[in-house]
């Protein structure tokens, strides 16, 4: 009995060194010229350069917004896109940036900035650049009501003819006299909307439009682009508190009214801060990655269109069983690379990353890394870069949960 039980934890270590090794093998991570941060995002250009931006805590008053280039696989020196005292910083709501698909020298690049003495009074500040992001215009509002209200979970996404497109939830119609804050999430107060509008590099807006006049108040929005226009998924929300993810399609000049692109069902009474994400081959492949838990089931779901998202087919279920959501999804050629993070219990998670083929299967799945499932871990993002994926995330370096930002390549 003993030597079948040591020979038993022989085996089982075996197991656990060949797992490490070859997840060493497949991830190659990557320091970042972090120091004390979080909120990273990525973006890779139309010329196939990757974009990493974050937000550092210079001190205890003042936040930069930074970013950097991969170049050779080492991040360059950083570079500050805006600083300020007086931003709305948070976990799950953070900047971006973004460059002109005809030109990867002209930037856009967008942060949260108090507009008001209310907790959640801020606007959405967009500052660009039309030399690499060695000099910045000073910023512009996309969203002209001129009210003191929540604004905030931005999608950003470069479209033809020298324009970006940015989406955004808007609060300008929950603010009520019983609600100074406008951070009504029980119904008290009017509704969270959802709006869009496009801009060029001179900051001059076009087409701003309200896309869906009651949406689930803090998930965070998604954007990308199909052969008949923009497509944006986000959480809606019901009279009913059914929140379950919508999207809204550009057709030409004209939007639709928003679909459920799935029936859920989940009932809850508060956001769960957990938005989908939407990508696209940029012809008529859509798919849409989210997190729900309808019936008390947590579940990571990924619904593929072939129509450019007027349709989609019933979901595939990716998880391991017990997640957290925070999703992030990526094209490679015919494949769907989908990320999340996992429940591993004692606030330990892991993130996660599946392989779906074109026939709706999941190939494989594999381990990026251990990290806590605590909010200052923020959202794990993921992107493409060339024959590989690219991978950041924030890290908690200490117990008083000081946090930086990792990165990783991956080959998958």
Known sequence: MISKIKFTFFSLSLFLVLINCQNSQSIQKISTPCQLGAAPNLHITAEGKALLSWVEYLNDTTDVLAFSSLEANKWSAPKIIAKGTNWFVNWADFPSIVAYSENPKYLAAHWLQKSAMGTYDYDVRIAQSVDGGQHWTPSFIPHTDGISAEHG????????????????????????????????????????????????????????????????????????????????????RSDEEIRDISIVRQIGQDWTRPRSIHTDNWEIAGCPVNGPKIVSDGKTKVA?????????????????????????????????????????????????????????????????????????????????????????????????????????WTEIIDKDENTTINSALINF
Request: proline share 3%; net charge negative.
């Open 288 to 392: 849409v990655a989210w997190y729900t838990m309808s019936n008390n089931t947590p579940k990571v779901q990924v619904a593929i269109s072939t129509d450019s998202g007027a349709n989609f087919n019933p979901p595939i279920r990716i998880d391991d069983g017990n997640p957290l959501g925070r999703v992030d999804l990526v094209y490679d050629n015919n494949n769907l690379i989908i990320s999340w993070l996992e429940n591993k219990g004692k606030e330990k998670g892991i993130i996660r990353i599946a392989k779906i083929n074109q026939d709706g299967l999941v190939e494989k799945k594999l381990t990026i890394t251990q990290t806590s499932i605590a909010r200052s871990s923020g959202f794990p993002i993921l992107e493409k870069l060339d024959d590989q994926l690219i991978m950041a």
């Open 153 to 236: 979970f931005v999608s950003m996404l470069p479209v033809a003819n020298g324009k970006v497109f940015a989406t955004w939830l808007d609060g300008r119609y929950t603010k009520t006299e019983n609600n100074s804050d406008g951070h009504d999430h029980e119904g008290q107060g009017g509704a969270m909307t959802l709006r869009g509008a496009f801009f060029n590099t001179k900051g001059v807006l076009t087409g701003e439009i309200e896309l869906d006049n009651k949406v689930c108040d803090c998930c965070s929005t998604s954007a990308a682009l199909t052969n008949n226009g923009v497509i944006v998924a986000y959480r809606d």
